[in-house]
């Protein structure tokens, strides 16, 4: 097994003239164009901490003032995800905003069946990207999938003044302005910027911890030099977004040969080909962790790549195959260590594969958390209070 940092020499891709880099840099069209009247950009609000991109470009991360574009998926299948995210804000005392009128990014539409058009998929983008605006917040996009789509859309609206017409013509009936934000952020960029802070709040040990990571697709093979790279980090040669955070917690990442691959979600096939889906990641993800590393757990930053790994191991361990590994996000991973509830933040009942085991190593009283979560439950049941509040889930 390999640990990190595997390369201690300065990477080429960090060495390199962001000027010279191979690709364009958007912001500077973007804000050009906004010098030509065809929008407005939204600046990334002060607090903010600097990254360096692919190519050593510096890229700004909100600190706060944030507008948190929630995930369909983590939402209907792992709330335990978003409520992470948002419980890491308060514990900070960050101004943030959860807004109720945001609306899906439609990518599952864009990417899996194709039914859509651009102008369509791009007005969506534009509409939350305005509705943030309005409000005073700057977007921080939750979904590794919505990120992706948002990029790609920033750029056809960059390169296609036809499509920016037509667009700015759907937004100016729905009464909203044409605005672009100065930087697409995902939350895992917060989390990895904010990864020093965590970790002064650690209060759970996680040194005997050893971890894989899954690099989700759509962050960092969608418009690839957007992602955040660090020389310390396999010699800035893959992604350092959730590895640095994980490390910065004192837990061990373990490399395997597989790290590329996708979990197995891939959009359309998750639709048609579920055997397919399921079978990929349980043989080219979790066999393959578990046999080359042997992890306690494994953490990635998308939706459905926790989904699509930890749901999927019911059907390999019916079939006798080498499954086992609790599967997290990296929101997860650092409001645990800061000592968040289990199941009242966390909320880990939602999750399919056994993580009792983990919570076992971490010296966490699983039977006793959950009773504390049974109780509050029974609360709501009776009446006795409407929902579970955040005084609730810290108590």
């Known amino acids: 097994m390999i640990h990190l940092p595997i390369a201690k020499a300065k990477d080429r891709l960090f060495e390199a003239d962001p000027n010279n880099a191979p690709t364009e840099d958007l912001r500077d069209e973007i804000f050009q164009l906004e010098k030509e009247g065809e929008w407005i950009v939204q600046r990334v609000p002060e607090p903010y901490m600097e990254v360096k991109t692919k190519y050593g470009r510096i890229k700004k991360i909100p600190v ?51 039914t859509s058009n651009p102008e369509a998929q ?45 667009v700015r013509d759907i937004m100016k009936r729905l009464g909203k302005p044409f605005v672009i934000p100065e930087e697409i952020v995902h939350y895992s960029e917060w989390v990895l910027a904010m990864r020093h802070r965590i970790a002064e709040r650690q209060v759970i040990d996680m040194s005997h911890i050893t971890a894989t990571v899954h690099p989700a697709c759509h962050y960092h093979k969608l418009i690839e030099e957007d992602a955040i790279y660090d020389p310390e980090i396999y010699g800035a040669q893959r992604t350092a977004i959730v590895s640095a955070t994980l490390q910065a917690l004192g837990i061990t990442v373990g490399d395997y040969s597989s ?22 990641a349980v043989q080219r993800k979790i066999e393959v962790m578990k046999e080359e590393v042997n992890p306690d757990i494994v953490v990635t930053h998308d939706t459905g790549c926790v989904t699509t790994l930890d749901q999927s191991q019911f059907a390999g361990k019916a079939h006798g195959k080498k499954v086992g590994l609790p599967v997290l996000s990296d929101s997860q991973i650092a409001a645990l260590a800061m000592g968040a509830h289990p199941y009242k933040v966390l909320q880990l009942h939602w999750h399919n594969t056994d993580n009792k085991p983990f919570l076992e190593k971490l010296g966490i009283d699983h039977e006793k958390r959950w009773s504390e979560f049974q109780a509050a439950v029974e609360k709501i049941k009776s009446g006795e209070m409407e929902y579970l509040t955040w005084e609730d889930a810290d108590a």
Not at 134 to 163: D, M, N, W
């Open 259 to 280: 790290w590329f691959d996708c979990c197995g979600f891939g959009f359309r096939h998750i639709l048609v080909s579920r055997d397919f889906s399921r079978s990929f």
């Open 64 to 114: 706060e003032k944030t507008w948190h574009h929630k995930s369909c998926g983590q939402c209907g299948h792992i709330p335990g995800y978003s409520t992470s995210i948002f419980w890491l804000n308060r514990q900070f005392g960050l101004d943030y905003y959860d807004p109720t009128d945001q609306t899906s990014c439609t990518a599952w539409n864009y990417y899996a069946s194709a």
């Open 122 to 166: 791009a007005a969506v983008a534009l509409r939350n990207f305005a509705s943030a605006y309005e409000q005073g917040y700057f977007p921080l996009i939750h979904c590794g999938t919505s990120f992706g789509h948002y990029k790609e859309v920033r750029h056809a609206l960059v390169h296609q003044p036809e499509l920016r017409r037509k």
